[in-house]
């Protein structure tokens, strides 16, 4: 059996330390920036998992309540193990004015009984004078239905994993946050470990977004100041036949690993879910009983070392509650050989704490960016002599013969545009400036031996804020404020809805007819069109550049990296070496070139080394019979570059032109004219 693993990308970080170490008040660095913004009646932190949002929320929530006059604070988490995130803290020994401290009873996570019945204990808290609660999303929902927003004036209201809210109509949790940011009464701290929330459909509306102040703390930042991780791995997986005969291949039973198998009703699945642990386990070695107090499985390997495996899989309540409750014991934290291998299904993601972790395998096709991320953050917690972590994406190979040929294409897809995705959260921030011949050097950023150069297009970086200055001649700076919000803070969002756009990387990837200009020009544009509607042409203009830098600046730099492998043992990060090197070759960075560069090339010869031709042919023959004729829209918009090119050129595109971006203008040209003279002749 053919058997490939290739990753998509190696991130090597610098371990300075600095996201672990704490000020005077006890706060890391994450804590100590959205400490610095308490005084914000709205704010949004973002920041990945384990970096110390649940810390920050109660230093914040602590100000308001002594200082600021608010009544109470309100914290509310997606399920109920994560409120212990929110347990009693000493803080003042660390050096805060006062101490976290919630009476047992108003920990609604910890109370028996179901919504209904705690939504009367939010009334009595409302109606008291203890100061702190927290209970579930949907409690708080239905308290909100119940009592309506009047109640919640002057309070705080806090909600944890805010990816679960959507700005969706059906959202019941999105519309009760539009009314209490309409009312303007109650203060809001909104904090996500995902960078695209609510996935395709945006969690607030952008006139509601607008109010939330925004604290961002990237990964980037947050693996570059660990002590002890220093290189993190991402890579797909194909198999062929049974994931679990394949499964030893990618899975190093000398790895802390997190397995989350397949959904029972994805293509992956083998039907039973009891069935594919028990054969991950034979795979590993034989059975030797259960550990009478954990109820983890031991395995004895091939070269004699024992195993404990912990079953999240199986729902028998005994059994998983025994295996959940000695995972949450002090030794879990403590003791690196406390448990080496977990196997879950919907377990073990969101809020799940095992420091330990240095592999997360994930089998099949996940649906939700937010849960990708979610998952990696399993893997990305720095604890001692842990060097090293990777998440792996096990994915089924499309095959010719398959009659569901399709659908292992579209998760092929799915599972590429994650990839993409994710590589954009790991780099560092990009900051695009446009080159002008009186710039100045920036002193924050050191731009390499020689120093700045006038002449030409510059690269500083700052190594400890793990920010990239980059000059781009032709460059469209943002006007408004929502468009430099957006340019700042959220191109990762718009990123994400480029690359999950369908009909944008089946073309990217597969159509060699598609000229680059199609896709970083027409179809970023119309995302953007759809997505920040309120902005003007200038200012969409600007977003659509910003973003397509990002992408394709990271993916040049993947190319440089794939093809260098001596790069991978850098200190500092390899992907910006792989930016370094990628634009020292070219002399000026300029708008038009970054436009003509296809965002999916260099996923294209990844997956042409992980896959056999014969997939490829496969995918590719699905695709082109889903091709797409030109649509009025696109005509529309393909005529107005051509009026751009008119400004610019002093003539129309040629429709003869040796360049396929000329021509294709043309052909929009054309296609407008055609039908004006038919409505005409009608």
């Not at 110390?52 to 997606?78: E, T, Y």
């Not at 590993?284 to 009478?292: A, C, F, R």
């Not at 917690?381 to 659908?407: C, M, Q, W, Y």
């Not at 781009?472 to 969002?493: F, M, Y």
Request: charged share 30%; net charge negative; proline share 4%.
């Amino acid at each position: 059996m053919r058997n490939k693993t290739i990753p998509s990308v190696t991130v090597n970080y610098k371990s300075t330390g600095s996201s672990t170490k704490s000020n005077e008040f006890g706060m890391r660095e994450m804590q100590e920036r959205a400490y610095e913004k308490r005084g914000e009646q709205y704010l949004l932190i973002k920041s990945p998992p384990a970096s110390g949002k649940s810390r920050a929320l109660m230093f914040i929530a602590l100000d308001k309540l002594n200082n600021q006059g608010i009544k109470q604070a309100i914290i509310a988490v997606p399920e109920k193990s994560i409120g212990s995130s929110f347990a009693n803290e000493p803080l003042s020994k660390f050096g805060f004015y006062y101490d976290w401290q919630m009476e047992p009873k108003w920990n609604l996570c910890n109370s028996p009984g179901e919504d209904g019945s705690k939504v009367n204990s939010v009334k009595s808290f409302l109606d008291g004078d203890d100061k702190i609660l927290v209970c579930t999303h949907s409690t708080f929902r239905f308290a909100v239905e119940r009592f309506g927003i009047e109640v919640f004036d002057d309070r705080l209201i806090a909600i944890d994993e805010f990816h679960h809210v959507s700005a969706e109509e059906d959202n019941v949790l999105g519309s009760r946050l539009k009314q209490l940011v309409g009312r303007d009464k109650a203060h809001i701290i909104a904090m996500t470990g995902s960078y695209f929330r609510g996935d395709a459909n945006p969690v607030l509306m952008p006139e509601d977004e607008a109010k939330f102040q925004t604290v961002t703390y990237t990964y980037y930042e947050q693996l570059n100041g660990y002590e002890y991780l220093k290189t993190l791995n991402l890579g797909y997986f194909f198999y062929s036949g049974s994931y679990v005969e394949d499964i030893l291949n990618v899975l190093d039973p000398n790895e802390k690993t997190i397995i989350h198998i397949p959904n029972v009703n994805s293509r992956e699945s083998m039907g039973d879910k009891i069935k594919e642990v028990n054969h991950i386990m034979d795979e590993l070695g034989s059975w030797q009983g259960i550990d009478p107090h954990t109820g983890f499985h031991l395995i004895k390997t091939s070269e004699g070392e024992t195993l404990k495996v912990a079953d999240l899989v199986d729902d028998d309540p005994t059994k998983r509650n025994k295996v959940s409750s000695a995972l949450k014991q002090p030794e879990a934290k403590s003791n690196r050989d406390h448990v080496d291998i977990i196997i879950a299904l919907g377990m073990a993601k969101e809020g799940f704490d095992w420091i330990w972790c240095e592999h997360a395998l994930t089998v099949g096709y996940r649906s939700s960016l937010t849960e990708i991320v979610q998952i990696i953050g399993r893997a990305t917690r720095d604890a001692p002599g842990k060097t090293h972590s990777r998440f792996t994406n096990l994915i089924a190979e499309p095959d010719a013969s398959e009659e569901a040929v399709a659908d292992a294409v579209n998760d092929t897809l799915k599972a590429i545009s994650a990839s993409l995705l994710m590589e954009q959260v790991l780099a560092p921030r990009f900051n695009f400036v446009p080159k002008k011949p009186q710039n100045e050097p920036d002193p924050n950023y050191y731009y390499g031996e020689g120093g700045y150069d006038p002449m030409k297009c510059n690269i500083g970086v700052n190594e400890e804020t793990g920010q990239y200055q980059i000059e781009i001649k032709g460059l469209t700076v943002p006007k408004s404020e929502d468009a430099k919000r957006i340019c700042k803070e959220d191109l990762n969002e718009v990123i994400a809805a480029f690359a999950q756009d369908k009909q944008t990387i089946e073309r990217g990837l597969f159509d060699e007819e598609t000229v680059p200009q199609e896709l970083t020009q027409i179809r970023m544009g119309k995302i953007i069109k759809d997505k920040y509607p309120q902005l003007d042409d200038e200012d969409q203009e600007a977003v659509r550049q910003h973003a397509i830098a990002a992408l394709n600046l990271t993916q040049k730099a993947k190319e440089v990296l794939n093809s260098n492998p001596e790069l991978e043992g850098r200190g500092s990060t390899a992907l910006i070496e792989g930016v370094r090197r990628f634009t020292m070759d070219v002399r000026d960075l300029d708008v038009d070139w970054i436009d003509s560069i296809n965002p999916f090339s260099e996923a294209y010869s990844i997956l042409s080394k992980a896959m056999t031709e014969q997939s490829l042919k496969a995918m590719a023959e699905v695709i082109a019979a889903r091709k797409p004729n030109l649509t009025l829209e696109d005509a529309r918009e393909l005529a107005k570059r051509a009026l751009k090119f008119k400004k610019e050129r002093g003539r129309l595109p040629d429709i003869k032109s040796a360049d396929p971006w000329e021509q294709r203008m043309a052909q929009g040209v054309a296609y407008l004219a055609r039908l004006k003279s038919e409505e005409a002749n009608a």
